[in-house]
């Protein structure tokens, strides 16, 4: 069982890497294999929409979004982390989200290659945001939950989380022990 996590904010140690650090170590302690992705540490431009990864599967740009995409393929869930930013994911998450047409044809169903490995896939979500209220993060489930839906994935939910300052949300144990459950759903067929 192999868990990749994927960390949208540029804040290395804030809240959304803490809180997908605790997802990936739930996701450890019940054995799975974990993997962080940092993609603010990536290269990854935004998609074109030239058209060309619609009719073989492989996208026009050459950028560390390549790699990302064999490691999607290789993993068994996925859990995404970001904050929220302007109500909605940060640039970094967005521009990784709108390169995974490349799995899809002109008519959005599965690439055939790629349609064994992605069909199954199981994605969780986590958004953090400064707002007491943790439902300004629903732009960003919704963004998640419908790929999910449209896919026919398998939804593992996501856990929100409000927090102020860079850390604080390591005082939140309710956070903090949802992540580590989301993280022991993953790694549970």
């Not at 431009?45 to 999607?72: F, L, P, S, Y």
């Not at 996925?78 to 044809?105: E, G, N």
């Not at 960003?140 to 994935?153: A, P, Q, Y």
């Not at 102020?164 to 992540?179: L, P, R, S, V």
């Amino acid at each position: 069982m192999k868990v990749l996590g994927i960390m949208g904010s540029p804040r290395i140690e804030g809240n959304s890497d803490i809180l997908l650090s605790q997802a990936l170590a739930g996701a450890k302690e019940a054995g799975a294999d974990v993997e962080k992705i940092i993609l603010d540490r990536k290269h990854i431009a935004g998609c074109k929409d030239c058209k060309k990864c619609n009719k073989i599967g492989v996208c026009a740009i050459k950028d560390d979004m390549a790699e990302i995409q064999e490691k999607i393929l290789d993993a068994d869930a996925i859990i995404h982390s970001s904050p929220v930013y302007f109500w909605t994911m940060t640039s970094q998450m967005k521009a990784y989200l709108d390169r995974w047409c490349v799995f899809f044809d002109a008519q959005w169903r599965w690439q055939k290659d790629y349609y064994p490995k992605m069909r199954s896939k199981r994605i969780g979500l986590i958004t953090v945001c400064g707002d007491t209220n943790v439902h300004t993060g629903d732009p960003i489930v919704h963004s998640f939950k419908s790929t999910v839906d449209m896919t026919k994935m398998q939804w593992l939910g996501s856990v929100m989380a409000s927090a102020d300052d860079k850390g604080d949300i390591a005082n939140n144990e309710t956070a903090m022990q949802q992540a580590f459950e989301l993280g022991k759903k993953a790694a549970t067929p």
